[in-house]
């Protein structure tokens, strides 16, 4: 099954329409977002291209603001790692000349600490924007309010985001922190990109570490998305929907970019 659907009819002339971005570590997608966060228009997909620095970012923010022909009065970013008030203090990949699992570069990682990403794209594009990790704008989609609720996207490494009873709380990197299986939650899930590895034999890592992070969290709902997520093999699938596990679209990275406005304060 998947979350974060809506059924009412979209409103392209809404005064509050939000371009959405979703960047992560080898793509970024967008999409233009009615207020009840349902996509007007197409949803577009580009590669990272590495090195990533963040005048690469402002200018991929600018090519997808132009590439959409619905208007939007304002605009909300996920991107990887520890974001605050719109100001990276750290993000895993863009400090890596050439990405995910790459050679950190001392050059990027001063470009990127403290880089204010909130306040260059607001300077060029002359809108208002929310910056946060990405794993809370996924979350800000397809969280009911209801309990205690986990979202979890694997991609090029984990993004984790918590809400209890509708509140989102405060980001913390888990994906830094050890594997039960060696090495950090990021290798363990990024494993998968690696040439020759074997389906099967990840998936079943993954299921370790979703065990793992029960005693820190104890959800009531726990949902699974991120392009990663895909490559989970079959039987393990329907373990976790056995389990009662919710699984997300690919485009859910960017659908919650509307909500996010909301819970963010």
């Not at 233009?32 to 090195?51: A, E, K, R």
């Not at 065990?211 to 990663?228: A, I, K, T």
């Amino acid at each position: 099954m998947t979350a974060g659907s809506h059924k009412h009819a979209p409103d392209p002339n809404s005064k509050l329409n939000t371009l959405s971005l979703d960047f992560g570590g080898s793509r970024v997608k967008s999409a233009v977002l009615d207020p009840d966060g349902t996509q007007l228009g197409t949803h577009i997909v580009d590669f990272v291209g590495y090195p990533f620095t963040p005048d690469a970012l402002i200018a991929t923010v600018n090519t997808h603001t132009n590439a959409h022909s619905i208007p939007f009065q304002r605009i909300t970013i996920g991107m990887p790692g520890i974001i605050r008030n719109g100001r990276v203090i750290h993000t895993p990949h863009y400090i890596r000349t050439t990405g995910p699992g790459g050679t950190v570069d001392p050059e990027l990682v001063s470009a990127w600490t403290g880089a204010d990403v909130k306040g260059l794209v607001e300077t060029t594009t002359r809108l208002p924007a929310l910056v946060v990790n990405d794993a809370i704008v996924t979350a800000a989609g397809v969280i009911t309010g209801n309990g205690s609720e986990l979202v979890l996207t694997f991609g090029t490494g984990l993004g984790v985001a918590f809400a209890v009873d509708g509140t989102l709380t405060e980001h913390i990197e888990v994906s830094h922190a050890p594997s039960p299986l060696g090495g950090t939650f990021d290798d363990t899930v990024g494993a998968i990109n690696v040439s020759g590895a074997d389906p099967a034999l990840w998936s079943e890592n993954i299921l370790r570490v979703i065990d793992s992070l029960w005693p820190m969290y104890r959800w009531d709902q726990l949902y699974v998305g991120g392009g990663n997520a895909f490559k989970l093999t079959a039987p393990v699938r329907a373990r976790l929907a056995d389990a009662g596990v919710k699984f997300l679209d690919y485009e859910a990275g960017a659908r919650g970019g509307a909500a996010a406005w909301e819970h963010v304060k």
